[in-house]
């Protein structure tokens, strides 16, 4: 007879390994483990974590390489709204776990499983994201969640994995590293704390670059297409040349402090050079090209669609309404910005597009004007300030009665 078959959200690491045997072992599964590739594994990365799910008997693997679809989803949105948690996190394992998730709920409903699995403990926010997808996508499917229903130790899983005969060394590294295509995550003794930053040896990229350089990123309705002259067949390529050309100079690293999904504050550090110069270089563009209403409106939209992502609410309905509206936005938002690196820093040197408002034609900022006369001004203050006028002049005569 054959068994039930469970679909294990898989990355490898002792948590899922932990997962596979269980499943399988002690409560009857075929286990078909899933890796979701959104631009964090090396083809020999994904290989090593294939035969290491065959090895501790799965009975099917699969990794779906979701890296395009990552972007053009949910990425290009990111970018469009110049979105930063709390102005300062890029979003890169909130937008990549929800997305996995999703993309691993469907993998389920595709080949009838039974039951979904994820090695998440009960302590963080991915165990909400999976939870969420998993119901959202595949409602009929009972979740299974080992780790954190057994409240197992760290210490635990190892003594029941060596029992089994799985032979590994699990050795609990310093720092946990989870690297994705928008940014790489760092966790350590000192993100447990308040008040330390991470060392230097924590950051996964060392620092080799100290000739400061200038680049130029160019933008094609909001998306960017190129680098330093030369276009990109997508934007994934872009983001990734990016990173690698920036990450060297130390740009992008930071600690992140915000409120996690399940009600306490958290603290992670990050290595996002290519967010974080991209989104600057993007809301340049911008403040150039779009109007007063639409920089106000976009920034309010953009806010309420980072704290959805961020709270697993990607299949939310209104999701993609803010989305359309987002894109909207973008239609003048084409260019070149000149940005300047160096050492734990970057700035925008400045922007040039067919679409900038601060065209002369009409006038230079604190200097000329040809499009009004000063008496226009005159009137326009006037009323502009007649309310204002009259509420202090009431005022007075109130408080003088």
Request: proline fraction near 4%; glycine fraction near 8%.
């Amino acid at each position: 007879m054959s068994q039930p078959k469970v679909v294990l959200a898989f990355s490898g690491g002792l948590d899922t390994s932990f997962c596979v045997k269980y499943l399988a072992e002690d409560q009857g599964f075929d286990v078909y483990s899933v890796l979701v590739d959104t631009g964090g594994f090396s083809p020999e990365e994904l290989q090593s974590i294939e035969a290491n799910a065959y090895a501790l008997g799965v009975k099917e693997h699969t990794t779906i390489v979701k890296t395009r679809e990552y972007y053009a989803d949910c990425i290009k949105y990111l970018i469009f709204g110049n979105i930063l948690k709390n102005n300062t996190y890029p979003l890169s394992v909130s937008a990549e776990r929800i997305f996995q998730a999703v993309a691993v709920a469907e993998y389920a409903r595709e080949i009838g499983a039974t039951a979904i699995a994820h090695g998440s403990t009960g302590a963080g926010n991915d165990q909400v994201r999976f939870d969420m997808a998993f119901r959202i996508i595949a409602p009929e499917a009972q979740i299974i969640t080992p780790i954190r229903d057994l409240k197992l130790s760290r210490e635990a899983e190892i003594e029941y994995l060596t029992k089994k005969g799985v032979e590994r060394d699990w050795k609990k590294a310093e720092y946990s590293i989870n690297k994705g295509l928008w940014g790489t995550s760092v966790g350590g003794k000192e993100t447990l704390t308040s008040d330390k930053y991470l060392p230097e040896s924590a950051w996964p990229t060392p620092v080799s670059k100290t000739e400061p350089e200038t680049i130029t990123l160019e933008f094609d309705k909001g998306e960017l297409v190129g680098m330093n002259g030369q276009r990109y067949e997508t934007p994934v390529e872009v983001i990734q040349q990016l990173a690698e050309l920036a990450q060297p100079f130390g740009i992008g690293r930071d600690i992140h402090v915000g409120d996690t999904i399940i009600g306490i504050k958290g603290r992670v550090g990050f290595e996002a050079a290519s967010p974080l110069i991209i989104i600057k270089a993007h809301h340049t563009l911008e403040k150039h090209v779009l109007t007063e209403q639409q920089l106000y409106w976009k920034e309010q939209l953009a806010n309420w669609y980072g704290s959805l992502l961020h709270k697993g609410q990607f299949v939310e309905p209104v999701m993609r309404n803010i989305e359309t509206f987002l894109a909207d936005t973008q239609t003048h938002v084409t260019g070149t910005v000149h940005v300047h690196l160096a050492p734990y820093r970057f700035h925008v040197e400045g922007i040039e597009s067919p679409y900038d408002l601060m065209s002369p034609v009409f006038g230079s900022y604190g200097e000329m004007n040809n499009a009004w006369t000063g008496d226009d001004v005159r009137g326009f203050s006037k009323v502009a300030s007649n309310q204002s006028m009259i509420y202090q002049k009431i005022s007075q005569l109130a408080d003088n009665s």
